[in-house]
């Protein structure tokens, strides 16, 4: 049974970077899209960007310039950085596991992460 | 403002059928990329429901079917019942903005 774990800061100032990552057990790396997806308390969900096990990632264009995304293959773990965070940033933040044109079949518990000063 | 257009809310009786409408774009849905739905109940992670239009994951029943027109796309849910009620998402991807997008999500009430 494929399961994803995460974890990092639930609490950032602003200007702060936020950390998260996220093991992936019960199932190969290779082959699919690691992703990070957000949703504003109360709101919808926001494709955040994507990586795979060679490291190419692929970020929302509105992010780019404050988002990295990681992977540590031999630990099945990858990681996203998000820099110069504001209140805009509140939100639960989730890794997903991606299979092209198949959606995001196997989702973390999710992290709050709250910017407030 | 969600690039896909969602009803707000949809409500049905118990044994009842509703259906959740995915309204895109030519550069979205309307360009062939596939639609996936989501199911999230409260203080959850969202859960695949439909994926690549119409196919659904291993698990899921078969009161959930997802179809496609056009620029459109749409969840049926036969035979409501009282678990199902939860936000439900779909999600494209879109040319024009090089991005996932997502609807603005869909309340489900079972009355």
């Known amino acids: 049974q494929v399961q994803l774990q995460q974890w990092g800061a639930g609490l950032l100032k602003p200007s702060g970077t936020l950390s998260l990552t996220c093991a992936v057990s019960g199932g190969s790396f290779g082959g699919y899209y690691w992703t990070w997806i957000r949703q504003p308390p109360g709101k919808g969900l926001e494709w955040i960007g994507e990586i795979n096990h060679w490291g190419t990632s692929k970020y929302k264009p509105s992010l780019r310039s404050r988002v990295t995304m990681s992977v540590d293959t031999p630990k099945n773990q990858f990681s996203l950085r998000l820099t110069s965070v504001t209140a805009a940033d509140t939100a639960t933040y989730f890794c997903?596991?991606?299979?092209?044109?198949?959606?995001?079949?196997?989702w973390g518990q999710g992290t709050l992460v709250t910017v407030s000063s | 403002q969600s690039v896909l257009t969602q009803p707000p809310s949809v409500s049905g009786a118990p044994g009842q059928t509703v259906t959740i409408s995915c309204t895109g774009s030519?550069?979205?849905?309307?360009?062939?990329?596939?639609v996936h739905w989501y199911q999230q109940v409260p203080r959850a992670a969202p859960k695949l429901l439909i994926f690549?239009?119409?196919n659904r994951p291993s698990g899921v029943p078969d009161r959930f079917s997802g179809s496609k027109s056009g620029t459109s796309a749409s969840l049926a849910i036969t035979g409501l019942q009282a678990e199902d009620e939860a936000d439900y998402y779909c999600?494209?991807?879109?040319?024009?903005?090089?991005?996932?997008?997502f609807g603005g999500g869909t309340k489900l009430t079972v009355l």
């Open positions: 999600q494209s991807y879109d040319s024009s903005l090089s991005d996932w997008v």
């Open positions: 690549g239009n119409t």
């Open positions: 030519s550069s979205n849905i309307g360009e062939g990329y596939v």
């Open positions: 997903a596991r991606v299979a092209k044109d198949r959606g995001a079949d196997y």
